[in-house]
Protein backbone atom coordinates (compact mmCIF):
# COMPACT_ATOMS: atom_id res chain seq x y z
CA UNK A 1 0.00 0.00 0.00
CA UNK A 2 1.53 3.43 -1.31
CA UNK A 3 1.04 5.97 1.24
CA UNK A 4 2.08 10.04 0.69
CA UNK A 5 4.44 11.69 2.48
CA UNK A 6 3.42 13.80 5.24
CA UNK A 7 4.54 16.86 4.59
CA UNK A 8 2.87 16.79 0.94
CA UNK A 9 -0.31 15.96 2.41
CA UNK A 10 0.08 18.67 4.66
CA UNK A 11 1.04 21.25 1.88
CA UNK A 12 -1.92 20.42 -0.11
CA UNK A 13 -4.05 21.09 2.75
CA UNK A 14 -2.07 24.94 3.44
CA UNK A 15 -3.19 25.17 -0.19
CA UNK A 16 -6.34 24.57 0.00
CA UNK A 17 -6.76 26.98 2.64
CA UNK A 18 -4.65 29.38 1.47
CA UNK A 19 -6.44 29.47 -2.18
CA UNK A 20 -10.27 28.27 -0.85
CA UNK A 21 -12.88 27.41 -3.20
CA UNK A 22 -14.93 28.87 -0.88
CA UNK A 23 -15.59 32.24 -2.39
CA UNK A 24 -17.14 34.03 0.58
CA UNK A 25 -16.42 37.96 0.53
CA UNK A 26 -14.36 40.16 2.16
CA UNK A 27 -14.86 40.40 6.02
CA UNK A 28 -15.23 44.16 7.07
CA UNK A 29 -11.87 44.89 8.06
CA UNK A 30 -10.44 42.66 5.14
CA UNK A 31 -9.54 44.05 1.50
CA UNK A 32 -7.99 43.49 -1.60
CA UNK A 33 -4.59 44.55 -2.56
CA UNK A 34 -2.00 43.58 -5.56
CA UNK A 35 1.44 42.61 -5.32
CA UNK A 36 3.74 45.21 -6.69
CA UNK A 37 7.00 43.79 -5.51
CA UNK A 38 8.63 40.90 -2.93
CA UNK A 39 10.55 42.47 -0.45
CA UNK A 40 11.93 38.90 0.81
CA UNK A 41 11.96 37.69 4.36
CA UNK A 42 8.21 36.66 3.17
CA UNK A 43 7.04 40.46 2.95
CA UNK A 44 5.90 42.01 0.07
CA UNK A 45 4.64 45.45 -0.84
CA UNK A 46 1.44 45.72 -2.21
CA UNK A 47 -0.80 48.45 -3.78
CA UNK A 48 -4.48 48.37 -2.16
CA UNK A 49 -7.73 50.06 -3.49
CA UNK A 50 -8.28 52.05 -0.34
CA UNK A 51 -4.95 53.79 0.34
CA UNK A 52 -2.60 55.62 -2.19
CA UNK A 53 0.56 54.55 -0.76
CA UNK A 54 2.18 51.06 -1.10
CA UNK A 55 3.12 49.01 1.90
CA UNK A 56 4.11 45.79 3.39
CA UNK A 57 2.01 42.62 4.07
CA UNK A 58 3.45 39.10 5.17
CA UNK A 59 2.87 35.86 4.51
CA UNK A 60 1.71 33.94 7.39
CA UNK A 61 3.99 31.55 9.32
CA UNK A 62 2.08 27.82 8.43
CA UNK A 63 2.11 29.16 4.68
CA UNK A 64 5.57 30.10 4.42
CA UNK A 65 7.26 26.88 3.14
CA UNK A 66 4.47 26.15 1.01
CA UNK A 67 2.88 28.93 -0.61
CA UNK A 68 4.68 31.68 -2.99
CA UNK A 69 3.51 35.09 -4.53
CA UNK A 70 4.48 37.07 -7.36
CA UNK A 71 4.15 40.80 -8.76
CA UNK A 72 0.81 40.94 -10.53
CA UNK A 73 -1.00 38.88 -8.06
CA UNK A 74 -4.06 39.37 -6.03
CA UNK A 75 -4.53 39.15 -2.65
CA UNK A 76 -7.48 39.13 0.33
CA UNK A 77 -5.22 40.87 3.52
CA UNK A 78 -6.07 41.56 6.87
CA UNK A 79 -4.60 44.72 8.79
CA UNK A 80 -1.98 43.84 11.44
CA UNK A 81 -2.93 46.11 15.25
CA UNK A 82 0.48 46.38 16.33
CA UNK A 83 2.08 46.72 12.28
CA UNK A 84 4.39 49.40 12.17
CA UNK A 85 6.26 48.84 8.83
CA UNK A 86 4.12 45.71 8.14
CA UNK A 87 0.88 46.94 8.12
CA UNK A 88 -1.23 43.47 7.36
CA UNK A 89 -1.25 40.01 6.62
CA UNK A 90 -2.02 37.68 3.83
CA UNK A 91 -5.38 35.69 4.34
CA UNK A 92 -5.92 34.48 1.02
CA UNK A 93 -4.51 34.13 -2.62
CA UNK A 94 -7.07 35.29 -4.93
CA UNK A 95 -7.19 33.07 -8.00
CA UNK A 96 -9.26 34.00 -11.17
CA UNK A 97 -12.47 32.04 -10.24
CA UNK A 98 -12.38 34.74 -6.45
CA UNK A 99 -12.08 37.35 -8.96
CA UNK A 100 -15.11 36.51 -11.17
CA UNK A 101 -17.30 35.87 -8.13
CA UNK A 102 -16.04 39.21 -6.37
CA UNK A 103 -16.74 41.01 -9.59
CA UNK A 104 -20.09 39.44 -10.08
CA UNK A 105 -20.74 40.45 -6.39
CA UNK A 106 -20.11 44.17 -7.55
CA UNK A 107 -17.44 44.19 -4.90
CA UNK A 108 -14.54 43.85 -6.77
CA UNK A 109 -12.23 47.46 -6.96
CA UNK A 110 -12.78 49.81 -10.10
CA UNK A 111 -8.82 50.59 -9.59
CA UNK A 112 -8.19 46.92 -10.46
CA UNK A 113 -10.83 46.03 -13.33
CA UNK A 114 -9.70 44.78 -16.44
CA UNK A 115 -9.93 47.30 -19.37
CA UNK A 116 -12.42 46.34 -21.73
CA UNK A 117 -10.47 44.96 -25.02
CA UNK A 118 -13.68 45.98 -27.33
CA UNK A 119 -12.59 49.46 -27.04
CA UNK A 120 -9.47 48.92 -28.59
CA UNK A 121 -10.25 46.71 -31.49
CA UNK A 122 -13.20 48.53 -32.94
CA UNK A 123 -10.61 50.97 -34.00
CA UNK A 124 -8.56 48.49 -35.73
CA UNK A 125 -8.84 46.44 -38.91
CA UNK A 126 -9.31 43.18 -37.03
CA UNK A 127 -7.91 41.45 -40.25
CA UNK A 128 -5.00 42.97 -40.37
CA UNK A 129 -4.13 42.22 -36.08
CA UNK A 130 -2.78 39.60 -34.83
CA UNK A 131 -3.99 38.19 -31.47
CA UNK A 132 -0.44 37.30 -30.27
CA UNK A 133 0.24 41.14 -30.68
CA UNK A 134 -1.90 41.96 -27.33
CA UNK A 135 0.07 39.30 -24.97
CA UNK A 136 2.44 40.86 -22.89
CA UNK A 137 5.99 39.27 -22.47
CA UNK A 138 5.98 35.85 -21.09
CA UNK A 139 8.61 36.81 -17.98
CA UNK A 140 9.21 33.31 -16.76
CA UNK A 141 11.29 32.96 -19.92
CA UNK A 142 14.34 34.00 -20.21
CA UNK A 143 15.12 36.45 -23.53
CA UNK A 144 17.74 34.82 -25.62
CA UNK A 145 19.88 37.74 -27.54
CA UNK A 146 20.90 36.73 -31.21
CA UNK A 147 19.41 34.29 -34.18
CA UNK A 148 18.82 30.47 -33.07
CA UNK A 149 19.31 29.74 -36.56
CA UNK A 150 23.17 30.61 -36.27
CA UNK A 151 23.48 28.84 -33.22
CA UNK A 152 21.94 25.49 -34.97
CA UNK A 153 24.41 26.20 -38.11
CA UNK A 154 27.25 26.13 -35.68
CA UNK A 155 26.40 22.72 -33.80
CA UNK A 156 25.37 21.45 -37.16
CA UNK A 157 29.01 22.30 -38.61
CA UNK A 158 30.79 20.96 -36.35
CA UNK A 159 29.02 17.95 -36.54
CA UNK A 160 30.39 17.65 -39.49
CA UNK A 161 34.21 18.28 -38.62
Not at 22 to 46: F, M, W
Not at 107 to 133: C, G, M, T, Y
Request: with cysteine; glycine share 4%; net charge negative.
Amino acid sequence: MHRSHPSISRRKHLMKEMMEDDYALPTENQQIAKVVSSRGNNLHEVESAKTEENFLVSMPNKFRKSMWVKRGDFLLIEPIEEGDKVKAEICKILTPEHIKEFTKAGIWPDKFARKPVQEESSHRNLEDSDPEDDLPPNTNRPVHRGSSEEEEDEETSSDED
